[in-house]
T-cell receptor, first 110, second 113 residues
Framework: EDQVTQSPEALRLQEGESSSLNCSYT??????LFWYRQDPGKGPEFLFT???AGEEKEKERLKATLTKKESFLHITAPKPEDSATYLC???????????FGKGTRLSVIA | DGGITQSPKYLFRKEGQNVTLSCEQN?????MYWYRQDPGQGLRLIYY???????QKGDIAEGYSVSREKKESFPLTVTSAQKNPTAFYLC????????????FGQGTRLTVV
């Protein structure tokens, strides 16, 4: 069973059409949940860390939220340059490596 | 500039050959990681190291080997025992002892020819 599940696998939006990406997790002792952006052929770029339920973080058109079972990445009025794959990862208790979901591939059409 | 450098960017391997991917960091991070990424898949952990001369297997270590002789370097060897090596390989590093993000290199795309 996957510890981190992201949905949808792919999302196509018109420019300005707001939406949300979902990341659900099953780890029992979550230390942190991470969101990354990855452009084709590049390494992931860090966006946010969330530590506890109820926490929210914002950066430009992106807002990440966290509950006890899932996280959402809200994209408000997206632009074509927001097109990328968005990856979610979790870290369990202890100095354990990040465990990644399969990502959501976002396309924003002008 | 501080960061992680992976080389080469593209690598071609013949059947039966071993190849080594380089990863160097100047962030003074203790932990380093190797992940593999296939189309439609997330990042899967191959090996990681939290201290020099010590490393741990990840979920898909078969057919791979690593070394950690220096804090700054964590090379990955893809051996001939790895039956399906064509993939995008990502190296990352982080501090340990705190909940913090991992920083990634730009990746190496390995293709078997």
């Amino acid at each position: 069973e996957d510890q981190v599940t992201q949905s949808p696998e792919a999302l196509r939006l018109q420019e300005g059409e707001s939406s949300s990406l979902n990341c659900s997790y099953t780890v029992s002792g979550l230390r942190g949940l991470f969101w990354y952006r990855q452009d084709p052929g590049k390494g992931p770029e860090f966006l946010f860390t969330l530590y506890s339920a109820g926490e929210e973080k914002e950066k430009e058109r992106l807002k990440a939220t966290l509950t006890k079972k899932e996280s959402f990445l809200h994209i408000t009025a997206p632009k074509p340059e927001d097109s990328a794959t968005y990856l979610c990862a979790v870290q369990e208790t202890g100095n354990t490596p990040l465990v990644f979901g399969k990502g959501t591939r976002l396309s924003v059409i002008a | 500039d501080g960061g992680i450098t992976q080389s080469p960017k593209y690598l071609f391997r013949k059947e039966g050959q071993n190849v080594t991917l380089s990863c160097e960091q100047n962030l003074n991070h203790d932990a380093m990681y190797w992940y593999r990424q296939d189309p439609g898949q997330g990042l899967r952990l191959i090996y990681y190291s939290q201290i020099v001369n010590d490393f741990q297997k990840g979920d898909i270590a078969e057919g791979y080997s690593v070394s950690r002789e220096k804090k700054e370097s964590f090379p990955l060897t893809v051996t001939s025992a790895q039956k399906n090596p064509t993939a995008f390989y990502l190296c990352a590093s982080s501090i340990i002892g705190a909940v913090t993000e991992a920083f990634f290199g730009q990746g190496t795309r390995l293709t078997v020819v």
